[in-house]
């Protein structure tokens, strides 16, 4: 296989096309490079493969700061049952499109007052994060004479292995710890806020599913033990989620099914019959739109370098920071990439891919093969749908602002 563009031999083929349309046709459409392009299609059939794998009564809500472009939202509302907002910006997003108030659900630290305003006044269920924001949020409550929805966020007493990213287990600013719920929960009863449920996000980016299938199960022995103090029947239980995606030609593809069937034992034997007006909800980011995205820049100079070739493209890691490798935290590994307008077409080359940027940090591809290209080719980096420009720093250089499009 002469290109880079594939996941484990796999070539990341449909997203050449979004939308159905050549990306070179789309780049003229567009108007400018770089942008990133959505197609609403791979999202679509990615939501349906998710919901066949779940029990059919467990909910699929999209959280936002995954890729919280508006035109995408509403293309998701009709399709998930909720969404999952970590600000007040993504909050009134949220609110814009259909989905019903009382199906978005905020979390994260350090909600601010004028957020837990906006949230108490929706009426969204507000994830609390510590026994201070509870306070706040009776204040809020108070002062507007609108009870609070309310759901704790417990930080649970195991880590989740296998995850990119671990949001949950030992000292965390997320959640309250599950040793202190109970003392919580006492402070519960209290005409300013009801109480909906518990949830529980424990980590990001995770491909294995025994580790996935290990976290839930554990999650929900842990809700059933703190439900047992719960001031009213608990109403909802967020699971959480972190199904990863691959990125690298190491990576596996997670194996979905493998998940839901947990889950469906897991509703079977334990949700269903102890909490039976339980909502159960999975929120998933990466997983839903991680795939269905590119990011497409144009090859502004081709050069030398004692015998290396570089292709310098017009945008970077400023836009899509993930794919140079997280200001060198991560081990760097290449996201899938190809020469949009060259595909199977040529001799290749080894090249390195590099942004426009005055760093060696602005790495897009290390020594790739690619069809040979030259100035005005297009470069395609793929699994581009998440985490992609609103989790890149677009200010560092001053240039300008990419495009989005939903296609
Ligand atoms: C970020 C986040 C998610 C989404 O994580 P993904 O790995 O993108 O699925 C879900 N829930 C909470 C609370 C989050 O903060």
Same mark, same amino acid.
């Given at each position: 296989?002469?290109?880079?563009?594939?996941?484990?031999?796999?070539?990341?083929?449909?997203?050449?096309?979004?939308?159905?349309?050549?990306?070179?046709?789309?780049?003229?459409?567009?108007?400018?490079?770089?942008?990133?392009?959505?197609?609403?299609?791979?999202?679509?059939?990615?939501?349906?493969?998710?919901?066949?794998?779940?029990?059919?009564?467990?909910?699929?809500?999209?959280?936002?700061?995954?890729?919280?472009?508006?035109?995408?939202?509403?293309?998701?509302?009709?399709?998930?049952?909720?969404?999952?907002?970590?600000?007040?910006?993504?909050?009134?997003?949220?609110?814009?499109?259909?989905?019903?108030?009382?199906?978005?659900?905020?979390?994260?630290?350090?909600?601010?007052?004028?957020?837990?305003?906006?949230?108490?006044?929706?009426?969204?269920?507000?994830?609390?994060?510590?026994?201070?924001?509870?306070?706040?949020?009776?204040? @809020?409550?108070?002062?507007?004479?609108?009870?609070?929805?309310?759901?704790?966020? @417990?930080?649970?007493?195991?880590?989740?292995?296998?995850?990119?990213?671990?949001?949950?287990?030992?000292?965390?600013?997320?959640?309250?710890?599950?040793?202190?719920?109970?003392?919580?929960?006492?402070?519960?009863?209290?005409?300013?806020?009801?109480?909906?449920?518990?949830?529980?996000?424990?980590?990001?980016?995770?491909?294995?599913?025994?580790?996935?299938?290990?976290?839930?199960?554990?999650?929900?022995?842990?809700?059933?033990?703190?439900?047992?103090?719960?001031?009213?029947?608990?109403?909802?239980?967020?699971?959480?989620?972190?199904?990863?995606?691959?990125?690298?030609?190491?990576?596996?593809?997670?194996?979905?099914?493998?998940?839901?069937?947990?889950?469906?034992?897991?509703?079977?034997?334990? @949700?269903?019959?102890?909490?039976?007006?339980?909502?159960?909800?999975?929120?998933?980011?990466?997983?839903?739109?991680?795939?269905?995205? @590119?990011?497409?820049?144009?090859?502004?100079?081709?050069?030398?370098?004692?015998?290396?070739?570089?292709?310098?493209?017009?945008?970077?890691?400023?836009?899509?920071?993930?794919?140079?490798?997280?200001?060198?935290?991560?081990?760097?590994?290449?996201?899938?990439?190809?020469?949009?307008?060259?595909?199977?077409?040529?001799?290749?080359?080894?090249?390195?891919?590099?942004?426009?940027?005055?760093?060696?940090?602005?790495?897009?591809?290390?020594?790739?093969?690619?069809?040979?290209?030259?100035?005005?080719?297009?470069?395609?980096?793929?699994?581009?749908?998440?985490?992609?420009?609103?989790?890149?720093?677009?200010?560092?250089?001053?240039?300008?602002?990419?495009?989005?499009?939903?296609?």
């Amino acid at each position: 296989m002469s290109v880079a563009g594939t996941v484990r031999g796999r070539v990341v083929g449909e997203q050449l096309a979004p939308g159905g349309i050549p990306i070179e046709r789309l780049a003229a459409r567009v108007g400018s490079t770089p942008f990133f392009a959505y197609d609403r299609a791979l999202v679509t059939r990615r939501i349906s493969a998710v919901r066949a794998a779940l029990p059919a009564d467990v909910e699929l809500n999209y959280a936002v700061k995954a890729n919280p472009m508006p035109a995408l939202l509403q293309h998701l509302s009709g399709q998930v049952d909720g969404f999952d907002v970590a600000s007040g910006a993504e909050l009134r997003h949220a609110l814009d499109t259909p989905v019903a108030p009382a199906r978005v659900s905020f979390a994260g630290p350090g909600k601010t007052d004028p957020e837990l305003t906006q949230a108490v006044a929706a009426g969204v269920t507000i994830e609390l994060e510590s026994t201070g924001e509870l306070a706040r949020v009776k204040s @809020v409550s108070t002062a507007l004479q609108i009870p609070a929805r309310v759901a704790l966020r @417990v930080n649970p007493d195991f880590t989740v292995r296998g995850s990119g990213m671990r949001l949950g287990g030992g000292p965390q600013q997320f959640g309250i710890d599950c040793e202190q719920v109970p003392a919580m929960l006492a402070t519960l009863p209290d005409p300013r806020v009801e109480f909906q449920g518990f949830h529980v996000f424990a980590g990001s980016q995770n491909l294995r599913a025994d580790s996935l299938c290990e976290a839930q199960r554990r999650t929900v022995e842990l809700i059933l033990r703190l439900a047992d103090a719960a001031p009213v029947p608990v109403r909802y239980l967020n699971l959480g989620g972190g199904f990863g995606i691959p990125y690298s030609s190491r990576d596996v593809a997670l194996e979905v099914a493998q998940v839901g069937d947990n889950l469906e034992v897991l509703m079977t034997g334990l @949700v269903r019959p102890t909490l039976p007006e339980a909502r159960v909800v999975l929120e998933l980011g990466r997983y839903l739109v991680g795939e269905a995205g @590119v990011y497409v820049t144009r090859v502004v100079d081709r050069k030398q370098s004692r015998g290396k070739t570089f292709l310098v493209v017009d945008g970077g890691m400023h836009h899509q920071l993930a794919a140079s490798g997280n200001l060198g935290q991560a081990i760097r590994r290449n996201y899938p990439i190809a020469v949009a307008n060259r595909m199977g077409a040529g001799p290749t080359e080894t090249v390195s891919v590099v942004g426009a940027l005055c760093t060696p940090l602005d790495l897009l591809g290390e020594d790739v093969e690619l069809p040979v290209a030259g100035i005005g080719d297009l470069i395609a980096i793929f699994q581009a749908g998440a985490y992609g420009l609103t989790a890149s720093p677009t200010g560092f250089l001053s240039h300008p602002a990419p495009v989005e499009v939903l296609v």
